[in-house]
């Protein structure tokens, strides 16, 4: 188990008499309150590896110890999925032994978006030989496999680990994969590049068991683009690129964002961070969650609890004076986006004279041989650097500019586009009831459904917009803030009948005018209504919209 107090902790812990019933370590609650607690004492996640590869790989998935296999699996990035042909209706009234299947769902960490394309023919050739071809791109910039057996586990990693990918800690209880602007240190209007910093903070603390045990999943940002183009809003921790009026360019230090059950957006802690100390103001932050974190309920467990009671300069503060040992400097806020699209879809000039191109897959959905046509055409058109999204899009960077033409028509041909109508260019879609544990309706299908019916039905409709789809109340796919924010549910349709649909949240939005969508009390739709509702609320839009309102 991590130790409860850092090694670069350099003053006494101050008492903490109010949170005692909060399980934090720092207050004394050493012991486990609960079970995910008692579990990750009893074992650190990271240590399942070693199991996977001597004993479950060998001995198939019925040896596998349940603690392991519902909880420190998920630390190697791996999930049991669905059953097929379990509908929604008896999602959380089955035992989980009933609910599950035998196959996994296997999430690849690809930090800060960027693959090189022997990488991305690694996932493509591990997609067709091991995971059916399958190979999604999910909104925090990984790759996701599905239908992995435990036999095939240790094969996979070879494999990814050959060309520098892994699943260390993609799930669990720890620092989950790295967000990062996918175009850093090639973009014009870039204000510092991050990938230094972001692979540092990799390099050192992904595996290292003093940050394996965390209060909760713990996310992180860095992006030095003026796009805001990482949802820094809402991660754990973000550093977002700003200029210092004396020292340059730097990062400004965010803390506390997250959604699912009451989302909250990160707030500032109005301190500068040069490029340099982004790792070790990291890891004090992170140092202060596991320490001072609430463990007792899963529910107020995320980062953002503690904020929300510390406030910003306490927090602040304990940083400085127990973690850092020196205070950090004052710095500006950054600049909000001159763009209401942050996703880098089109084609846009690099700040070396190249470009590179966006392009937009259908709610995330790729496969094997996909991915390795785009790697293809990446090397054949650019040189060999791809990125993924936060948008479930990607980008082939380093094209010459006598080569765009040639690229654009290559991946519209392959259905990846380009020049995507906003509906294609603005939904996403969580993994859903096709595979997931916790869905009660389908989501990736539906979305792709509907982009293709709202191209129908409303050609000209040429507004930003983003429709976020997620088959479950929590919040994958950032229903919170979307322009429409689609929670799945169970709705009675107009029979009576107990069928698919939605919640809807209307009004979210990141970037310019940061704000959760808003639940209409009564506001549900089923999923057959879907389209004719999303039509009635674009056409109202148009008709009544003020002047410059999004
Ligand atoms: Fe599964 Fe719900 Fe997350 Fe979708 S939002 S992937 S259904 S847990």
Redesign the pocket.
């Given at each position: 188990m991590a130790a409860a107090s850092s090694s670069h902790s350099v003053a006494p812990r101050r008492k903490v008499s109010r949170h005692r019933g909060e399980g934090q370590w720092a207050a004394g609650h050493l012991t486990p309150l609960n079970g995910n607690e008692q579990l990750k004492k009893d074992d650190d996640g990271l240590n399942v590896r070693t199991r996977i590869e001597t004993i479950y790989s060998k001995r198939g998935f019925h040896s596998i110890d349940p603690n392991d296999l519902r909880g420190r699996f998920r630390w190697w990035g791996l999930y049991t999925q669905r059953r097929p042909g379990i509908d929604g209706g008896r999602t959380g009234l089955l035992e989980p032994e009933e609910l599950e299947d035998e196959y996994f769902m296997m999430r690849v960490r690809v930090t800060g978006g960027r693959l090189t394309t022997e990488q991305l023919r690694v996932i493509g050739e591990v997609s067709q030989t091991y995971a059916r071809g399958s190979a999604d791109i999910t909104d925090r910039q990984n790759i996701q496999f599905h239908w992995v057996r435990i036999e095939d586990v240790p094969a996979i990693w070879e494999r990814l680990e050959s060309v520098g990918l892994s699943t260390t800690e993609a799930c669990g209880d720890c620092p989950r994969g790295m967000l990062g602007s996918p175009v850093a240190g090639v973009a014009e209007d870039e204000i510092i590049d991050g990938t230094a910093a972001l692979e540092e903070i990799a390099r050192r603390y992904i595996g290292d068991p003093r940050f394996s045990n965390l209060p909760r999943k713990y996310k992180t940002a860095v992006s030095g683009s003026p796009l805001l183009d990482v949802a820094h809003e809402i991660n754990d921790i973000s550093f977002v690129g700003v200029v210092h009026p004396e020292h340059g360019p730097g990062f400004d230090l965010w803390v506390g964002g997250g959604l699912s059950t009451n989302p909250r957006f990160g707030v500032r802690l109005g301190a500068w961070v040069p490029e340099a100390d982004v790792p070790e103001v990291w890891e004090a932050v992170t140092s202060v969650f596991r320490d001072y974190g609430y463990r007792r309920l899963r529910n107020r467990a995320r980062l953002k609890f503690l904020v929300a009671d510390w406030g910003a300069e306490k927090f602040r503060q304990v940083v400085e004076d127990e973690y850092l040992g020196r205070k950090l400097t004052d710095g500006p806020a950054p600049e909000m986006p001159a763009r209401v699209w942050r996703d880098h879809i089109g084609v846009h000039r690099q700040k070396d004279g190249r470009f590179y191109v966006g392009f937009a897959p259908r709610v995330g959905r790729m496969d094997g041989s996909l991915l390795t046509k785009v790697a293809e055409l990446a090397e054949e058109h650019g040189s060999g650097r791809v990125s993924t999204t936060v948008e479930q899009k990607m980008i082939i960077l380093d094209v010459p500019g006598d080569r765009v033409d040639s690229l654009v028509d290559a991946l519209e041909a392959l259905d990846l586009r380009v020049k995507p109508s906003p509906f294609r260019r603005g939904t996403m879609a969580?993994?859903?009831?096709e595979f997931?544990?916790?869905?009660?309706v389908e989501?990736k299908e539906r979305g792709s459904e509907l982009i293709d019916e709202l191209e129908r039905r409303l050609p000209t409709f040429d507004e930003p917009l983003t429709i976020n789809i997620?088959?479950?109340?929590?919040?994958?796919?950032r229903i919170q803030t979307a322009d429409i924010g689609l929670k799945?549910q169970l709705v009675t349709d107009d029979q009576g009948n107990q069928v698919g649909g939605y919640q809807v949240h209307l009004g979210g939005a990141l970037g310019l005018e940061p704000s959760f969508g808003r639940k209409v009390r009564g506001l549900k739709v089923t999923s057959a209504e879907l389209p004719d509702y999303i039509e009635r609320v674009l056409k109202r839009f148009q008709a009544e919209r003020q002047d410059g309102e999004h």
């Open positions: 969580c993994t859903g009831i997931c544990k916790l869905a009660i989501t997620n088959g479950c109340p929590n919040a994958c796919a799945g």
